[in-house]
């Protein structure tokens, strides 16, 4: 999913720049209100960072990843996965790939937008005790398809607007490319969530993650 440099113009990555910073600090109050928040998001950038080291591959014009996107969005909670996300790009620029820095809002962006349409179309059900959803392996396989037809999308609108001309058949094969994920990542999430479920009264779990708001499916 990332963009790499020279693809959009300097003057539209700086808008990616103010969009990026617009909304992390939309959610900013919300992250500090509990520090324990601010020590889940460095868990989140940190799985997140393992995830997406562990596996990547160049795909057209971008790269298939294994982000763990809802792992962490349901074990983690939502604004501490949106700062992971940002943090753990920065921190892979700094260690990693210091050539990708110059595009970090354009790829944080690209993880962001889709988890905030994905959390509030359908994910902030699953932590709504009230409402009575269930966890299930469908239920995070219809997360998870939402959440991947998103980041490919965002990486499609940055190659639109890009400066270097990209064949629509490029980017198909990119987006075609993470229906592996789709397909590997619930059963990956769900197991996570049932191991995480199994000692959510232990105090570190309780502290650390948001499963006791989940409900599993029997």
């Known amino acids: ?10 003057a539209k990555v700086m808008g990616a720049n103010v969009a990026a910073i617009g909304i992390l600090g939309f959610y900013l109050k919300r992250l500090v209100a509990n520090p324990m928040d601010l020590i889940k998001g460095v868990l989140a950038a940190v799985f997140f960072s393992v995830f997406m080291q562990s596996f990547h ?10 982000i ?15 700062f992971g996300f940002a943090l753990g790009l920065l ?11 110059p595009h970090l809002a354009v790829n944080s962006l690209s993880l962001i ?3 905030i349409a994905v959390h509030y ?6 932590f709504d005790k009230g409402l009575k959803q269930r966890v299930s392996w469908r239920a995070i396989l219809k997360l998870d398809a939402i959440y991947y037809a998103g980041v490919t999308s965002m990486v499609g609108f940055w190659l639109t607007i890009g400066e ?14 993470y229906l592996a994920v789709v397909a590997v990542e619930p059963f990956i999430t769900l197991l996570t969530v049932k ?16 499963v006791e708001r989940l409900s599993l499916k029997a």
């Open 57 to 66: 591959l160049s795909v057209g014009p971008s790269e298939l990843h294994f």
């Open 91 to 101: 921190l892979q620029g700094l260690v990693f790939d210091p050539i990708d820095l």
């Open 1 to 10: 999913m990332h963009i790499e440099p020279g693809f959009v113009s300097a």
């Open 68 to 82: 763990g996107a809802m792992s962490i969005y349901l074990t983690l909670g939502f604004v501490p996965t949106i």
């Open 164 to 177: 270097v001309a990209t064949p629509f058949s490029a980017w198909l094969s990119f987006a075609g490319s």
């Open 113 to 115: 937008a889709p988890l």
């Open 121 to 126: 179309a359908t994910g902030k059900k699953l």
């Open 195 to 210: 191991m995480l479920k199994r000692y959510e009264n232990a105090p570190a779990v309780k502290r650390l993650f948001v």
